[in-house]
């Protein structure tokens, strides 16, 4: 099968050598399975140095894994969990987290993938009316599927909401890393200190092979949950190999840099494709992706060259993200080949 440039997502990155060379690090004798390794102790110790002293950590398997297991130790099946309706959970998981919490999703319309709270408001008239499912979550993305970012005053905002009408608030932190170096803040400044309940904190997307853990801010609700994540099938044996990734990217900021360098390139990206005649960036340009616009023929011609995903048909809209590992003459070879689509 031939293979195509990627400009459709992080995930297609390789490995990044410093984690890789952690894995290898790790794969040396014996360690006592489930959790019970050194490199696990080191992993909690490194999260509570980013989230705080009362963060808990649980290395899991993968993204939606985390989401899942996250929401469903937190709500009933009778109660729901309110979204944007570009989230990950509404788009992405294959009714997965409705299938594995029992919980309605209750999705909100939003053009830049952030919701408010007064568009959650409304749906709160139905607490307490027994015909009705009964809103207890509120889960933002960050940073969001559009690329933007919340800032954390938006954040704080949605936690006193939530917490005056006793609802948690969960974050799908799947590009954590590209929000909080486009914010240039510290990891617990969108998270801890903004009032974020649990967190799903993603580590595959910024250089990690397979990386991704629930991380409990407020430790009141993390009781029981070493069984859900048994019950969840996110258990892994050899946790070690999961731990041993996290210590790469939270030392020496190496998940800042990766994370930096990816929001560059976008920026990069938006820059020059932008000033091509024919092509019209949809979206404000945040974090590691770039939404554009540009005929259907030149969409075609393209991605016979490059793999990337388009958004909405409708709209002739595409993304493109960047990584870590693309450069500036990745950018460029990839803009003379829109150039060269759209015959400019």
């Known amino acids: 099968m031939r293979s195509l440039k990627s400009f459709a997502s992080d995930n297609n990155a390789p490995v990044h050598d410093a984690v890789m060379r952690a894995i290898t690090e790790a794969n040396q004798g014996d360690a006592i399975g489930y959790g019970?390794?050194?490199?696990?102790?080191?992993?909690?110790?490194?999260?509570?140095?980013?989230?705080g002293e009362e963060a808990r950590v649980f290395p899991m398997l993968t993204g939606t894994g985390a989401n899942v297991a996250a929401l469903g130790h937190i709500a009933r099946p009778y109660q729901?969990?309110?979204?944007?309706?570009?989230?990950?959970?509404?788009?992405?998981?294959?009714?997965?987290?409705?299938?594995?919490t029992g919980c309605k999703?209750?999705?909100?319309?939003?053009?830049?993938?952030?919701?408010?709270?007064?568009?959650?408001?409304?749906?709160?008239?139905?607490?307490?009316?027994?015909h009705h499912v009964q809103p207890k979550v509120i889960s933002l993305t960050q940073s969001t599927e559009m690329g933007t970012v919340y800032q954390p005053g938006e954040l704080r905002e949605i936690s006193a909401f939530a917490k005056e009408?006793?609802?948690?608030?969960?974050?799908?932190?799947?590009?954590?890393?590209?929000?909080?170096?486009?914010l240039d803040v510290p990891l617990a400044a969108i998270t801890s200190h903004a009032?974020?309940?649990?967190l799903s904190f993603g580590g595959t997307k910024n250089g990690a092979m397979a990386a991704e853990a629930v991380v409990f801010?407020?430790?009141?609700?993390?009781?029981?949950?070493?069984?859900?994540?048994k019950q969840s099938m996110q258990l892994t044996s050899k946790m070690r190999y999961i731990s041993a990734q996290f210590n790469a990217l939270l030392s020496n900021d190496l998940w800042l840099n990766n994370a930096r360098h990816a929001n560059a390139m976008a920026a990069c990206l938006a820059g020059k494709a932008g000033n091509i005649k024919g092509v019209?960036?949809?979206?404000?340009?945040?974090?590691?992706?770039?939404?554009?616009?540009?005929?259907?023929?030149?969409i075609e011609k393209l991605q016979r060259q490059y793999y990337f995903y388009t958004w909405d048909a409708a709209k002739n809209e595409v993304r493109w993200m960047t990584s870590y590992k693309t450069t500036e003459n990745d950018i460029d070879e990839f803009v003379?080949?829109?150039?060269?689509?759209?015959?400019?």
């Open 105 to 130: 999703l209750l999705a909100l319309p939003t053009t830049d993938g952030k919701i408010r709270p007064d568009q959650i408001l409304p749906l709160l008239k139905s607490v307490g009316f027994q």
């Open 80 to 100: 729901a969990v309110v979204c944007a309706d570009k989230a990950h959970l509404e788009n992405d998981e294959c009714g997965a987290p409705e299938k594995g």
């Open 336 to 344: 003379s080949a829109i150039r060269e689509a759209l015959n400019e």
């Open 217 to 229: 801010l407020n430790p009141e609700i993390a009781e029981g949950f070493e069984y859900t994540r």
């Open 280 to 298: 019209q960036i949809t979206q404000k340009v945040e974090t590691n992706a770039v939404f554009a616009s540009l005929s259907a023929t030149a």
């Open 36 to 51: 019970d390794d050194i490199y696990t102790l080191e992993t909690e110790k490194l999260f509570r140095e980013q989230f």
């Open 165 to 182: 009408y006793g609802m948690y608030l969960h974050m799908d932190g799947a590009r954590l890393a590209n929000a909080a170096a486009a």
């Open 195 to 198: 009032g974020i309940d649990v």
